[in-house]
């Protein structure tokens, strides 16, 4: 059976990035995110991939949505499938405008997660989710921009290694800004109501 660790290590950068956006804020009207709000933060800051459908992807082309990033493989036992089931909760919690969150998956696993794999993958999920292939060479720095952590894990032969990586995602408002990270498992109600109000223009 694969094994998983659940790995935060980026979370402390986060969490100070969010301290001191909340000090240079004071005396100002935030948003109530439920999320940690990163609005202003240097890093996350999009990304230029080749979808499940060999199409090359940009947040441009989300433009008018919200848009939820998420780190992860395939074969992932729960983590992954955990955060991409919130995300299609939360479009059915938010009625009409579901279709304005976009779920996106970033695979970690381009050795063995092929466009193929991601193509029925994401499916399950909602017909508009999208995948996104990192190749070899893109995967260090796309996961150095949002700070995300992965490491492959090797198993009892070469194809069964598993991945251990950071396990938030992270949401752009329909501007195609860094507003949020949102911890693992935080809830569908929890990220719907942060997506109304990014959708209400705040």
């Known amino acids: 059976m694969l094994q998983r660790r659940v790995v935060s290590r ?7 990035v969010s301290a001191l956006a909340v000090l240079s804020g004071c005396g100002q009207d935030k948003p ?10 240097e890093y996350a800051q999009g990304f230029e991939l080749s979808d499940q459908n060999g199409q090359v992807r940009t947040l441009k082309d989300f433009a008018g949505k919200t848009v939820v990033v998420f780190f992860g493989f395939t074969q992932c036992p729960d983590v992954c499938p955990t955060a991409l089931q919130e995300m299609a909760q939360a479009k059915q919690l938010l009625g009409a405008d579901g ?21 029925a993958y994401v ?24 700070k995300i952590y992965y490491k492959k894990v090797e198993g009892k032969t070469p194809t069964s290694y598993t991945m251990d990586h950071s ?23 929890t990220l719907a109501a942060d997506v109304k109000i990014l959708l209400s223009g705040q």
Not at 32 to 41: C, E, K, L
Not at 99 to 119: C, M, N, W
């Open 99 to 119: 279709a304005k969150l976009q779920g996106i998956f970033i695979t970690v696993d381009p050795e063995r997660d092929t466009p193929e794999l991601l193509k």
């Open 10 to 16: 980026s979370f402390l950068a986060l969490g100070m």
């Open 123 to 146: 499916a399950n999920f909602g017909s508009d989710f999208v995948a996104l292939r990192p190749t070899a060479e893109q995967l260090p720095k796309v996961t150095k921009d949002f």
């Open 32 to 41: 109530a995110f439920r999320g940690v709000d990163i609005t202003g933060a």
């Open 167 to 189: 396990a938030g995602s992270f949401t752009f408002d329909p501007k195609g800004r860094i507003r949020l990270y949102n911890r693992h498992a935080s809830g569908a109600e």
